[in-house]
């Protein structure tokens, strides 16, 4: 510990030795764990070089991490975890007339994308973590993805990489000629030794010969079994064709273990053809579907995935997915989507005709339906999210990842599947089938319980069969997913022991002490040790308030996570989950870094302990309950139901403070204020009383406070209802907490609207529990949650929907209720009969019964910013489609994630500035570039409070710009 601290006394950047961050790092997507001594955030070359020579000198391991969505066990390890994916984010350079450019490792593949397309170029290969995962691990596992049979994989695109060697030195790695070849084996250092090595083991015609015997086809382009030295014998230096020598191509698939990667040149290509359209072809049997694969691949596809049953059913699970499988028609066994691109429409259909053709003379398919337009896009999304889906399985039987990564020629592939059905056969496995099928790499699962021995035992013995069945049919046991762990060990089956032992070799050349990512490639971890959880553990018993048997209990609503890392997109991609992560790029911010701390911290806790754990205070500090990870996780992973339960039982344990009881009852501190209005709102205006009131409670001193009112809802509605006595459906318009004592000018606006459009009003008055729920207050909600059911039956028994006008109100009746009441029949059917305002009105549009006719001609500019739990627990188009029911209404809705408010959250002193960067990512410049007429809507009344501090707009909620837009 004492050189760890000297070590971090050198370091520009960050050197972590704590017990959460070394717990959040001992796990990636894969199904290993191991507790490293540290973890490193360097901010330079010269951190990392310090790194390396500390390292060397300690005789300790560096293990290299991007994103950490490795499903191999490569960013697993117990030396120094080095992650370069906060601060190594630059792209450096850009040639587009050579059609390269420079970046480093932690540049995310779709945002170095974004920056290329106005060039129009881009990067081709394409995982499916193409949305968080960074060049740098691209080049360690040598990545293809979807369209690597058009462009090929990472190792085709490497130009040069700049790297640190394990002697400290800089080094890069470039195409040579045979001049500048002998040159680097004159050198007098490490590099040259590394030169001089290599050409006197590959100029060796017995080795020559071995490696071309032993290794994988050459015809299969996703090769990445051990060292790729089979490329390097294309060089005229070992009398192959190219003219060059480039290390990048030995390097590319190294996964860490030579060189420490600081700067990465590539090659880009053009952007694809503009037209393109997707033919989806349904098959009722796997074998059918193989069957096709060959004859369609004729037809110079961008793309030819394979999705089977298991891993379609679990989309219908998923609440982002479950919308994206609008063209699979029936049941399918499986389906092939199939990507076609043309410069032209009627070239397009052309190749879809001839495409068409050759899919009906084989008679395999049942329905073949063609995508155009941005369809494709939601077909390929669903492909993606497969890996993710799979954590969608409820329990401890899981799609494990050890035979997944299997690559053989593509007219190998449909034998090679029957052996393999007929090994799993035997095993009695059903296991799953999905991916690249174009490419002869279908992504194989078997289900198994890596809790208990004997599915431990089966985890090798199946993928030692499989190994050996691959090895048959000269293929690539890993085809782009690396070795890492699981597969290292089968490297001397799979190209040979002589070939092994020179792998070994050139090991020791580059890296003498084996400091470079120890137990990958060579000198293997076993593959069954080290494992995520304890064999044959008794579980766990963990009694909570909050109901959640949908996974079988806490913990596995937890472990549900399996690390794919969707959560660690930023806030240049879609979707707003994690909003503190996109401001603080911590791995604690993240669901995953949630649920793994989680998951480690119950088990290791003792019985009466298990939340009283100051590590899970601080990954739930920064979480702002938004729920986007509960519908935009794969596997569902729903943290702010755990961050709740999390909460309360942390406070029945440690106590409540002042603060968070005062936000709890805040609804009951609102009623009181209310009655004196005017005083309160007087005291809440005041600079020096108000800062007073927020200094002793803990409340930033740049937030202003809500003011509270009050008004007879009852009243008021008599009132409209005389005015206005058209009578047609009943409805009850729900006034919320934040309504009755906050927001009353809205509640008004929500009855006229209502009254005004002919709807029979009735008034339901009750608090949600939102924010005891935020606050762990389980008790009081589970309280209120009772005795609002009773409440909202009635109605259900009447046919009568409910509305709501607060998102975090309303939806708490779809959501935390179902874990609050033991009655969950009653609850879904209450579920399904309450709406957002915006749901109920655009179901009439829909139907018909709303118009345009009733509202005005005047031409108004329109922005929409929709609450975070809107986004996870309905949708933001029933907002849009509303406020378009003026004919002149322009209305677009502002891609942004979360506000940044979040109830209490944004209130909270050590939480404002987290609270106000998440607001500057997207939201605030995106309201300051609106023209000064431009109506902002917010249907939050947090969001409308955020928008006001944080950009001096005032907002308005969708139900009140439709209000002013009626006609009499």
């Known amino acids: 510990m004492e050189n760890m601290n000297a070590l971090r006394q050198e370091l520009a950047g960050d050197l972590l030795t704590d017990n959460l961050s070394t717990t959040l790092y001992a796990t990636d997507a894969s199904v290993y764990r191991k507790i490293p001594k540290a973890v490193a955030f360097p901010r330079n070359v010269g951190d990392i070089k310090k790194i390396v020579e500390f390292a060397s000198k300690n005789n300790m391991g560096l293990i290299p991490r991007t994103a950490g969505t490795s499903l191999a066990g490569q960013c697993v390890g117990d030396g120094i975890v080095v992650d370069v994916s906060k601060h190594f984010t630059q792209i450096i350079d850009l040639d587009v007339a050579n059609k390269r450019v420079t970046i ?34 691209m080049v360690g596992n040598n990545s293809s993805g979807t369209t690597s049979i058009q462009y090929g994989v990472t190792r085709d695109k490497v130009i040069s990489l700049k790297t640190i060697l394990s002697d400290g030195s800089e080094v890069e790695f470039k195409p040579l000629s045979k001049k500048e070849f002998q040159e680097k084996i004159a050198l007098d250092s490490l ?16 080795i020559q010969e071995e490696i071309k015997n032993e290794f994988p086809k050459t015809e299969i382009h ?4 051990g060292y790729a030295i089979d490329e390097l014998l294309k060089s005229s230096i070992f009398d192959g064709p190219e003219e060059t020598f480039n290390y990048c191509n030995l390097l590319t698939g190294s996964e860490g273990t030579l060189a420490f990667t600081t700067e990465i040149t590539v090659h880009l290509d053009e952007i694809p053809p503009k037209y393109s359209a997707m033919v989806v072809t349904h098959y009722t049997t796997l074998e059918d579907c193989l069957s096709d694969v060959v004859p369609v691949m004729d037809h110079g596809l961008h793309l030819c995935e394979m999705m089977d049953k298991v891993i379609l059913d679990c989309t219908k699970n998923n609440k982002t997915q479950l919308k994206n499988r609008f063209f699979v028609e029936g049941d399918p066994a499986a389906l092939l989507m ?32 063609i995508l155009y337009g941005g369809d494709i896009a939601k077909a390929v999304e669903l492909r993606k999210a497969g890996l993710g889906l799979l954590g969608n399985i409820v329990g401890d039987m899981k799609a494990v990842a050890c035979i997944e990564d299997t690559a053989v020629a593509l007219e190998d592939l449909k034998d090679f599947i029957a052996e393999f059905s007929e090994i799993m056969k035997g095993y009695k496995q059903n296991a799953v089938y999905y991916a690249h099928a174009g490419a002869g790499e279908l992504h194989l699962r078997p289900i198994l319980n890596l809790k208990k021995s004997k599915d431990v035992a089966l985890f090798r013995s199946i993928t030692t069969d499989v190994a050996k069945l691959t090895k048959k049919y000269r293929g690539s046991f890993s085809g782009e997913h690396g070795d890492g762990i699981v597969r290292a060990e089968f490297i001397p089956l799979m190209i040979g022991e002589k070939n092994y032992e020179l792998l070994k070799r050139i090991k020791a050349s580059f890296d003498p002490k084996g400091i470079f990512n120890p137990g990958k490639i060579v000198d293997a971890f076993p593959m069954d040790e080290s494992l995520r959880y304890e064999i044959d553990r008794d579980e766990p018993e963990i009694i909570t308030l909050m109901d959640f048997s949908d996974s079988e209990g806490i913990l596995k609503a937890a472990e549900k996570c399996n690390g794919s890392g969707d959560c660690r997109k930023t806030h240049h991609a879609k979707g707003g989950m994690c909003p503190s992560y996109h401001a603080t790029k911590n791995e604690k911010d993240t669901t995953r870094g949630r649920a793994n701390a989680f998951r480690e911290f119950l088990t290791t ?47 029945e344990q440690n106590g409540y403070s002042l603060r968070s009881k005062l936000f709890a009852y805040n609804t009951k501190l609102n009623k009181i204020g209310s009655k004196v209005a005017w005083l309160t709102n007087a005291v809440y205006g005041s600079e020096w009383l108000s800062g007073l009131l927020k200094q002793s409670v803990g409340v930033a001193k740049e937030r202003s406070m809500p003011k509270v009112s009050s008004f007879n809802f009852n009243k008021h509605l008599q009132k409209v209802k005389l005015q206005d006595n058209k009578i047609n459906n009943k409805v009850v318009l729900y006034i919320d907490e934040f309504t009755h004592y906050m927001d009353t000018d809205l509640g008004k606006d929500a009855i006229e609207l209502l009254t005004r459009l ?44 409910v509305l709501g006008i607060e998102p975090s109100a309303i939806l708490s009746f779809r959501d935390e209720y179902k874990r609050l009441v033991p009655d969950q029949e009653g609850v879904k059917a209450i579920a399904d009969n309450v709406f957002l305002i915006e749901e109920f009105l655009a179901k009439e549009i829909e139907k018909g019964l709303l118009t345009s006719d009733r509202f005005t001609k005047e031409a108004k500019t329109i922005k929409i910013h929709n609450h975070c739990h809107q986004k996870a627990l309905s949708n933001q188009k029933v907002t849009f489609d ?87």
């Open 758 to 801: 002919g709807y029979d009003v009735q008034l339901f008055y009750a608090e949600s529990g939102r924010t005891y729920l935020s606050k762990g207050f389980l008790k009081q909600a589970k309280k209120l949650a009772l005795d609002n059911v009773k409440e909202l039956k009635v109605f259900l028994a009447q046919d009568t929907p």
């Open 191 to 206: 590099e040259g030794k590394i030169y001089k090595d290599l050409f006197n083991e590959l100029s060796n015609k017995e």
């Open 882 to 968: 509303i406020l378009n029911l003026p004919e002149n209404y322009s209305v677009t809705i502002i891609s942004s994630g979360c506000c940044g408010m979040a109830g209490s959250f944004g209130y909270e002193k050590e939480h404002y500035d987290v609270s106000m960067q998440i607001g500057e990512l997207k939201l605030f410049p995106a309201i300051r570039m609106s023209g000064e007429t431009t109506i902002i809507s917010a249907n939050g009344t947090s969001c409308r409070h955020q928008i006001k501090d944080g950009t001096d707009r005032d907002a308005m909620h969708p139900i009140t710009i439709l209000k002013n837009a009626l006609v009499n």
């Open 605 to 651: 806790g003792g019985a009466s302990d298990r939340f009283n754990q100051s590590e899970l205070k601080e990954v739930f500090d920064l979480c702002l309950s938004c729920k986007a990870c509960a519908s935009e996780c794969p596997s569902n992973v729903d943290i702010a139901s755990l961050k709740a339960e999390f909460l309360y039982q942390y406070q």
């Open 338 to 369: 199939l990507e076609l691109k043309a410069d032209s429409e009627e070239e397009l259909q052309n190749e879809i005709k001839k495409l068409i053709a050759t899919i009906k003379a084989s008679g395999l398919s049942y329905a073949n339906p």
């Open 104 to 137: 480093q490792p932690g540049v995310i593949r779709d945002e170095l994308n974004q920056y290329l397309e106005p060039h129009g170029l881009f990067f081709g290969p394409n995982t499916s973590t193409s949305n968080r995962c960074m060049l740098g691990g």
């Open 222 to 225: 996703r090769r990445n079994t």
